[in-house]
């Protein structure tokens, strides 16, 4: 009987090894981005909603603090073999705005990615916009992130935090590029 189980083990990782690929990069499109555009100026507005509060400023690319932001965003890479077969995957073609789309959906509701949408151009192949959705529950709250990149344009984080005691908070992070 401890021959079949080991054979069924192996067989499961056998199987497994023999998927190959990957999902998109959103850690490798991050580098792209800053290799891209890393010293180039840009004027950004920041808007934080968080419930009734609104905190506008003013700042530009060379002094905001990108490593937060960017850990947001990071975070979310689904690239790693080890999530190959996690996600339903479809793609469509959107003819009102001339783009080609890329769709990943978890399909168990533990992975931290749940959903994944990129939105490219059919003509020039260049991105024109990344939509992600995470949720994060723990013994004492439940964190939904809502997460869109429109490249040089629009940065926005969207957060619902509701903990097990205490008031839910509802936060609106907005970067606009000024160009």
Same mark, same amino acid.
């Given at each position: ?31 792209? $981005? ?5 010293? +180039? ?10 419930? $009734? ?74 991105? &024109? ?6 949720? &994060? ?7 939904? +992130? &809502? ?5 040089? +344009? ?14 839910? &908070?509802?936060?609106?992070? +907005? ?5």
């Amino acid at each position: 009987m401890s021959a079949t189980s080991c054979k069924k083990k192996k067989d499961k990782v056998e199987a497994a090894d023999t998927l190959t690929g990957n999902y998109f990069s959103i850690n490798q499109f991050l580098i792209d $981005e800053w290799n891209t555009f890393q010293g +180039q100026p840009f004027m950004i507005s920041k808007t934080v909603k968080e419930g $009734e509060k609104v905190d506008s400023s003013l700042t530009n690319s060379d002094t905001i603090s990108w490593a937060p932001l960017v850990k947001v965003f990071a975070v979310t890479d689904i690239s790693d073999r080890k999530y190959l077969g996690q996600y339903k995957f479809s793609q469509f073609d959107d003819n009102a705005d001339q783009t080609h789309n890329f769709f990943y959906e978890a399909i168990d509701e533990d992975l931290f990615t749940r959903k994944l949408l990129i939105t490219i151009d059919r003509f020039t192949s260049k991105v &024109k916009g990344i939509y992600l959705e995470t949720e &994060k529950k723990t013994l004492f709250d439940d964190r939904v +992130q &809502k997460l869109y990149y429109k490249p040089l +344009q629009t940065v926005q984080i969207q957060t619902d935090d509701k903990p097990l005691l205490g008031s839910k &908070k509802y936060t609106v992070e +907005q970067y606009e590029f000024i160009r």
